[in-house]
C-alpha cells in the first residue's frame, strides 16, 4: 500500500513538471524518431538525449501499450489529409507536449525541457499524412538492416509485433495506394507460414511507403549501422536537419563512451552486446543461409537486395534511388 502511494506521489509530481514546461512553452522543438521495432531506435534516442535537454515521449503510437491508441492499428496507414479529427487532437496534444501518459513518460527525470523527443515503432505509415498537418515536426526515419531486425524479433517473439504481413494488405488504402504491385509476394510469403521472411516482408514495406511518401530534405534518414559506427558523427547530422543549418555540429556534439556504451532500457539477454558480438554482421550465423536468399527475393521486389553490402554496410546511392522515384 505505501509503495502505491509514493508511486502515484512520483506520477503526480511528474505530471505537474512535465505540464508546467507545457505552458512555458518548451516544447517548441520536436524531434520524431521513427523505426522499425528492434532497429535500435531506444539507443539511439538516449544518444540523441545524451543531456537530457528534450523531454522524451517513449512510443505514443503503441496502439497496446497506449490506452489513448487502442483504436489505431499497428503500421496504421492513412492517406494525405485524411486525419479524422479524433486522431488530430491527440495527435495536437502529442506534438505539443500537453499529452501525457506514465509509459510514455518513464524516462522524463528533469525539471526543465527544451524540445520534445518522441520515439515510435508502429508510425512509420502514418508519418508523412501527420507531417503535412504538423510541419514544425523533424521526421527522422532509422533503417537498419532487415534480417538484423527480423532476428531480433523472433528472440523477442513474447513482445508485441506485427507477425502476419496479409494484416498491412488487408488495410485497403494502403492496398490501393502501395501493395497491389506486390500483392502476390506479401501472399506467397505469408503462406510460407517463415517467421523471418514474414518480418522482412514487413521491414520492406513499413519503410518503402515514407521512402516513396517524402521528397528528400523532408525526413532525415540515418542508418544504425552508420551510427553504431560513428555516433557523434551521425548524431550531429541529426541536429543539423533539425535546426536546418550546416553549422559542423560534428565538432559541437560530444557524447561520452559512457551514454554510447550504456545498454538500452529494452536490451535482452540475447543481445550483442552482452553475448560479445557484431549487432552489424552477427546474423550472418544465425539465419539459414536458404532463409537469406529468401528474404533477399523479398527485399528484391522493393529495390532494398543491394542496400547493405557484403559487410552488412549501407549503400546510400540504393536508398536515394528509391528516395527519389516517382
Not at 509503495?3 to 502515484?8: A, E, F, G, M
Not at 508523412?128 to 534480417?147: A, C, G, H
Not at 528472440?155 to 496479409?166: A, C, H, N, R, Y
Request: net charge neutral; proline share 5%.
Amino acid at each position: 500500500m505505501i509503495h502505491k502511494i509514493i508511486s502515484k506521489v512520483k506520477n503526480q509530481s511528474q505530471q505537474l513538471v512535465l505540464k508546467t514546461n507545457y505552458v512555458f512553452n518548451n516544447y517548441s522543438e520536436v524531434i520524431w524518431l521513427l523505426g522499425d521495432g528492434r532497429s535500435g531506435t531506444t539507443w539511439i534516442a538516449d544518444l540523441i538525449n545524451h543531456n537530457k535537454k528534450y523531454r522524451e515521449m517513449f512510443e505514443p503510437f503503441h496502439p497496446k501499450q497506449v490506452h489513448d491508441m487502442h483504436f489505431i492499428l499497428p503500421h496504421q496507414y492513412i492517406r494525405p489529409y485524411d486525419l479524422n479529427e479524433k486522431i488530430k487532437n491527440i495527435l495536437s496534444d502529442i506534438f505539443s507536449g500537453k499529452f501525457t501518459n506514465e509509459r510514455v513518460d518513464s524516462n522524463n527525470h528533469s525539471l526543465f525541457y527544451s524540445g520534445l523527443l518522441i520515439k515510435d515503432i508502429f508510425a512509420n505509415l502514418l508519418c508523412y499524412s501527420v507531417s503535412l498537418q504538423f510541419p514544425k515536426v523533424k521526421p527522422i526515419l532509422i533503417i537498419r538492416n532487415p534480417f538484423s531486425v527480423a532476428l531480433s524479433k523472433y528472440k523477442k517473439k513474447d513482445w508485441f509485433w506485427v507477425t502476419e504481413p496479409l494484416d498491412l494488405l488487408n488495410q485497403i488504402d494502403l492496398r490501393e495506394d502501395y501493395l497491389l504491385p506486390f500483392e502476390d509476394i506479401i501472399r506467397d510469403t505469408s503462406a510460407k507460414k517463415n517467421y523471418i521472411l514474414n518480418q522482412i516482408l514487413i521491414w520492406s514495406i513499413i519503410n518503402y511507403v515514407p521512402l516513396r511518401q517524402f521528397k528528400p530534405g523532408d525526413i532525415h534518414i540515418c542508418f544504425y549501422e552508420r551510427i553504431y559506427r560513428e555516433p557523434s558523427r551521425e548524431i550531429s547530422r541529426i541536429f543539423e536537419f533539425v535546426r536546418g543549418t550546416c553549422d559542423n555540429f560534428q565538432n559541437q556534439v560530444n557524447i561520452s563512451n559512457e551514454v554510447i556504451n550504456h545498454p538500452s532500457r529494452v536490451i535482452g539477454t540475447e543481445s550483442n552486446l552482452l553475448a560479445g558480438t557484431s549487432p552489424i554482421s552477427s546474423w550472418k550465423d544465425e539465419i539459414a543461409p536458404h532463409i537469406i536468399d529468401e528474404g533477399l527475393q523479398i527485399l528484391k521486389y522493393f529495390g532494398f537486395e543491394h542496400l547493405y553490402d557484403e559487410n552488412s554496410m549501407p549503400n546510400e546511392d540504393v536508398l536515394r534511388k528509391i528516395h527519389t522515384t516517382t
